[in-house]
Nanobody, 118 residues
Framework: VQLQASGGGLVQAGGSLRLSCAAS????????IGWYRQAPGKQRELVAS?????????DYADSVKGRFTISRDNAKNTVYLQMNSLKLEDTAVYYC???????????WGQGTLVTVSS
């Protein structure tokens, strides 16, 4: 499984960005896709995830609930993270990941930097 992340950038506080994560390769094996982020000096944090097989159930970090929405386009093998009402503390490198339950394996895309300015 290969993951290609895109969509990061610089945005003012209160603004919006949409991240994309395109999967290729053995996408049939993926059970879930999501996003982690890591801010300078902080631990990596799970931001959001979406199930690919089980009706598209989603999960969010408390810090982003109500502001971020994760969605999928199965035809394009792409997952999106719509980020609204961005805050300074959302500044981080965002990493797309995919999880395959059959092999208990995680795959990672390259990070994409999101910078929220005041």
């Amino acid at each position: 499984v290969q993951l290609q992340a895109s969509g990061g950038g610089l945005v003012q506080a209160g603004g919006s960005l949409r991240l994309s994560c395109a999967a290729s390769g053995s996408t049939f094996s993926i059970n879930a896709i999501g996003w982690y982020r890591q801010a300078p000096g902080k631990q990596r944090e799970l931001v959001a995830s979406i199930s690919i097989r089980s009706g598209g159930s989603t999960d969010y970090a408390d810090s982003v609930k109500g502001r971020f929405t994760i969605s999928r386009d199965n035809a394009k093998n792409t997952v999106y993270l719509q980020m609204n009402s961005l805050k300074l503390e959302d500044t981080a490198v965002y990493y797309c990941y995919a999880y395959t339950h059959a092999t208990l394996q995680y795959y990672w895309g390259q990070g994409t930097l999101v910078t929220v300015s005041s």
